[in-house]
């Protein structure tokens, strides 16, 4: 586990630029440092040790050493991809994972990806074509940039890196904040800075350095197109079953102690569970001391009950939001899921005790978790009774009484699922948006920007298409992004055994009837969970990763750092500050305006950090960013 960067040689950089990068992305790999550079490309490598730490140092370089590797992850199934490359003839000399990727390169070429089974990212400088071959794991739990400008060329496992080299010209890509308002996220390749690029999940690029020119293609794509209507609940289980068991054992390999992160849901305790049964294991969970809003009561009497120690961390309003600014210059890009800041505080007490630790993040998408699923149920059945054109005259009816209590679910009814899905306006509308938006003629419309996503499953139920689009953008670039830059800000390995290949292939052709129904959600896998947790986890309601931030927002410290926010010159710039004041003296009132705030709050934190020469009166606190710097 480790972190990288790398970019084209250009006549104006200099040559310890490239170390400059290396050093922002520090805590990926605080345990050693290395570097190639030759007259084309310069490569830097920082390494947390995991696997054969006494060999596991990077760049790698092919038997010829025409081709140079940087790698970041875990190939879970590197063992089995060893001995095939050594029944070829290719000789190894460490027992580090990342061997099997510049060896299987010089084998097989792009076809390596069909083999791997595990989180990665990695860039290999082939000289013979000159050109750089990069490519990110199958559902972007690892993650993986590059800027390319026409120009100049660079890439790395953050953004941040990017910033210590000349030819990066910073800028940002306004026209993406009315999507960041409605998603929390961008779902697509573009980041909020210009000219810098995700390389999607299950995507590889080619830089062909001498016509300064990028390609991404695809060599996975997860799908539906295999579903077997004839599996059971009871069927469906057994497998699940016989998967976690497989991944859990996968995830487990390492030269180094690993734990686990618990919460009170069956998902993280179904994990600990598997991992327990193979050696002992001790678990981190985070809490609060409001009882409301912690897990920690749960998650250690199920550590108790199977023999394993629980470590409880705990956090408060002063933790929060002091650490918000530096949350935002670890993430690179503004989200403003809550949860993160949490996640930072359960990663740091974590790595005090071990350098790995599994985690639960997955379940909900592949399986089918999450409550809102349950509402294509009412409305399938009023799409299948009521046409298209009587939809549409109740919803013109509706928008005229604002008082009827039907009104929403009829306005709804007339929507297709690319407009309606809560997920596409998860923070703000489009309405919400142009009252708050300082320059609304840049509001675009949401469902237009990721329509393209559900198009893909036209046709499946709503409840799949639901989870297709979890699976494409929320686990992505979310849950999975705030995993990776909260524990890796911590320099600790995060593993999620649940975002697995041979999981995720299994999950894709489980029928709906085995994912949800009206009696609850992840069914299959509750039951493959009953065999071996208490009935109170195995049937637990999601809790999500609950905080009492809402609350927190009304008392008068936190409040006058929102006001101050929000009266900045920064809220001036991008938003219409009276929106932003009427939806705080909201909130006081008693109307939850939590995510809207925390949105704006955090966008304006991450302008502070990344364009600070933008900025006259800041509203961050400089000492606890300064840890980060």
């Known amino acids: 586990m480790c972190g990288f960067c790398g970019y084209v040689n250009q006549k104006d950089v200099p040559n310890k630029t490239i170390e400059k990068m290396a050093n922002r992305i520090k805590h990926r790999g605080p345990d050693d440092e290395k570097y190639f550079q030759n007259d084309k490309v310069s490569m830097a490598f920082r390494r947390l040790s995991i696997i054969d730490l006494a060999h596991g140092a990077q760049p790698l370089y092919s038997s010829d050493n025409k081709k140079v590797l940087t790698f970041n992850g875990e ?63 199958h559902f972007g739990i690892k993650p993986l940039y590059y800027y390319d400008d026409g ?25 993406l904040l009315p999507i960041h308002l409605s998603f929390e996220f961008i779902p697509s390749k573009e980041t909020m800075f210009k000219n810098v690029f995700k390389v999607m999940p299950g995507n590889y690029f080619i830089h062909d350095i001498d016509a300064k020119t990028t390609e991404m293609k695809p060599y996975f794509k997860f799908n539906y197109d295999h579903i077997d209507e004839n599996e059971t609940i009871e069927g469906n289980a057994k497998k699940i079953e016989a998967l976690v068991k497989d991944s859990v054992k996968a995830h487990m390999i390492a030269d180094v102690e690993v734990g686990s992160f618990l919460s009170s849901g069956v998902d993280s305790s179904y994990v600990l569970n598997e991992a327990s049964k193979l050696k002992p294991i001790q678990s981190f969970s985070l809490g609060f001391d409001n009882s409301k809003y912690s897990e920690l009561a749960w998650s250690t009497d199920f550590a108790q009950q199977i023999g394993q120690k629980n470590t409880p961390i705990k956090i408060t309003g002063d933790d929060y939001f002091n650490f918000l600014p530096t949350m935002m210059y670890y993430m690179d890009e503004p989200l403003s899921n809550p949860s993160a800041v949490q996640l930072f505080y359960l990663a740091q007490g974590t790595r005090k005790n071990v350098k790995v630790a599994l985690s639960g993040e997955g ?74 938006l300082k320059n609304p003629s840049i509001n675009v419309d949401s469902g237009d920007y990721s329509k393209h996503i559900f198009d893909e499953v036209k046709g499946k139920d709503e409840m799949t298409q639901m989870q297709y689009f979890d699976i494409n953008t929320w686990l992505p670039f979310d849950i999975l992004q705030k995993a990776d830059r909260m524990s890796m800000a911590n320099s600790l390995e995060v593993r999620t055994p649940l975002v697995d ?78 929106e932003l004041m009427r939806l705080l003296k909201e909130h006081g009132e008693g109307k939850s305006n939590m995510q809207k705030i925390f949105t704006i709050y955090t966008f304006i934190l991450w302008y502070e950090v990344y364009f600070p020469e933008n900025t006259s009166a800041k509203t961050i606190d400089k000492v606890h960013l300064t840890q980060a710097l």
């Open 75 to 137: 190939i879970y199934n590197y063992k089995e991809i060893r001995s095939e490359l050594q029944s070829m003839g290719y000789e190894f000399t460490t027992d580090v994972d990342s061997e099997v990727l510049i060896r299987g390169y010089e084998a097989w070429g792009k076809d390596l990806l069909q083999k791997l089974r595990g989180m990665f990212a990695f860039v290999i400088y082939d000289s013979n074509k000159n050109q750089l071959f990069g490519a990110r794991d």
């Open 151 to 175: 120009e100049s060329f660079m890439y790395g496992s953050e953004i941040k890196s990017f910033l210590e080299n000349p030819a990066f010209k910073k800028e940002l890509n306004e026209k």
């Open 363 to 436: 379940a909900d998408e592949f399986f089918g978790g999450y409550n809102t699923y349950l509402e294509a149920i009412p409305f399938e059945r009023y799409q299948k009774f009521v046409p298209r054109f009587a939809r549409k005259a109740l919803a013109s009816v509706a928008e005229k009484m604002p008082r009827f209590h039907g009104r929403r679910f009829l306005i709804r009814g007339a929507q297709p699922l690319s407009e309606r899905y809560y997920r596409v306006n998860y923070v703000f509308n489009y309405d919400d948006r142009n009252r708050v």
């Open 501 to 578: 290949r041979e999981i995720a292939k299994f999950a894709s052709t489980m029928p709906i009837k085995t994912r949800i129904n009206k009696e609850g959600t992840k069914i299959s896998l509750r039951k493959a969970a009953e065999s071996a947790l208490p009935d109170k986890v195995a049937m637990k309601e999601k809790m999500g990763f609950p905080s009492p931030i809402a609350s927190w927002m009304n008392e008068p410290k936190y409040h006058k750092k929102l006001v101050r926010a929000f009266n900045s010159d920064v809220a001036e710039k991008f938003f219409n500050v009276d």
